[in-house]
């Protein structure tokens, strides 16, 4: 059971859970740069937690590898700590999740756990923290690591943190690309676990109301950067990660990682550029569902979420996905990005995750991806 903590200045309760665990060891887990550059560093400088031995972790990549990971386990493993704290964004939290999650398996074969997800044990006690709101790692049971160029994600109950403190203050200095890119992933999520085969009521109520709240703070929380609309992302992201953790993702983030990958579009930014085709094909092949409930079930979730979105259709919800994008600045156009032969089209579909688009609710095959860059 996680334990959460919210509002400006809730990250001051983090002295009470160290106490809590009689902490004294810490093992702290950051961005090289995010850290000061958030306001993190000198909020946790202003915690004064004298007289604790603490050791910072921050030597790893944007995106979590697991050759990155390794140094982490091994200095963890040495060190012992009582508390692991990770502090930054989704990649600085997966970090974290997967350093915890792979130290409590001391001398296994940490490629095939990542590769058929077999955390069995759970590691020393996690508290998240994140610095950017869109994510929503703070809150899921999952940790995503590459390993040769190929996206993997653990899943066990125990690699849900013990804490999380989402206090929006560490995001007022978050730059507006980074505000837009994981705004918009946590959008993504939100519109993903509604139509997920994997739904249910209470997924359903955490990203409808997730897809409201982001929908009204968005353009502001990135273009006029005021607090009440950063506050209300970071309540937003955190509602898209509980749906995503009850639902996992579909077809649009199963698309995104080559993008990440190969083409080094930042992940928020690549899975928005595909989720609004969605909205059109999902409408154009109802009639042939992976979702068990059937085409009235489908035929419901689509309404709702068209009524989310103000809109008639699923053509309407996709051009208001790309006024959206556009009006925080966000490129829309993926030949930008050098996606624009049939030879980058068959690489990205090529790596789909199959376990990704049984998620789905439209049966989907290679020729129905592909329409996403033609569409």
């Not at 090289?32 to 958030?38: E, G, L, N, Q, V």
């Not at 759970?122 to 040769?148: K, N, Q, W």
Request: aromatic share 8%.
């Amino acid at each position: 059971m996680q334990t959460e903590y919210h509002g400006p200045g809730s990250i001051s309760n983090l002295r009470e859970i160290i106490a809590r665990h009689n902490g004294v060891k810490l093992f702290l887990i950051t961005g090289k740069d995010s850290f000061a550059a958030s306001g993190a560093k000198s909020v946790f400088d202003d915690l004064h937690l004298n007289g604790l031995e603490i050791i910072r972790f921050c030597d790893f990549s944007v995106n979590p590898r697991l050759e990155d990971a390794l140094p982490g386990i091994e200095l963890l493993t040495q060190f012992r700590p009582d508390m692991v704290i990770a502090v930054g964004g989704g990649s600085v939290i997966d970090m974290g999740k997967l350093i915890t999650a792979l130290s409590a398996h001391p001398g296994s074969d940490y490629r095939s756990i990542l590769e058929n997800s077999s955390v069995t044990v759970s590691g020393p006690p996690l508290v998240a923290i994140p610095t950017t709101a869109g994510t929503g790692s703070e809150v899921t049971h999952f940790a995503v690591a590459y390993m040769d160029q190929k996206k993997y994600s653990l899943a066990h109950r125990s690699i849900l943190p013990d804490y999380a403190i989402i206090d929006p203050e560490l995001m007022y200095n978050t730059p507006s690309y980074q505000t837009a890119v994981s705004g918009m992933d946590a959008l993504c999520q939100a519109v993903e676990s509604y139509w997920s085969v994997h739904s249910n009521s209470q997924s359903r109520k955490f990203a409808s109301q997730a897809i409201k709240i982001i929908l009204a703070s968005i353009t502001d929380a990135v273009n006029k950067k005021t607090i009440e609309s950063r506050q209300e992302m970071a309540h937003g992201a955190n509602l898209a990660g509980k749906a995503i953790d009850i639902t996992t993702t579909t077809a649009p983030h199963a698309m995104s990682y080559a993008l990440t990958t190969h083409y080094s579009i930042p992940h928020g930014h690549a899975v928005a550029l595909i989720l609004g085709k969605f909205f059109i094909i999902n409408e154009a092949n109802c009639e042939s569902l992976s979702d068990k409930r059937g085409k009235i079930h489908f035929a419901r979730i689509l309404k709702e979420l068209y009524t989310l979105f103000d809109c008639r259709d699923g053509y309407g919800c996709a051009d208001r996905w790309y006024q959206c994008m556009e009006a925080i600045g966000l490129e829309t156009d993926i030949s930008t990005f050098g996606v624009r032969e049939e030879k980058d089209y068959n690489l990205i579909v090529e790596s789909v995750n199959p376990e990704r688009l049984a998620n789905h609710p439209v049966r989907l095959n290679r020729a129905l991806l592909s329409q996403v860059f033609k569409i």
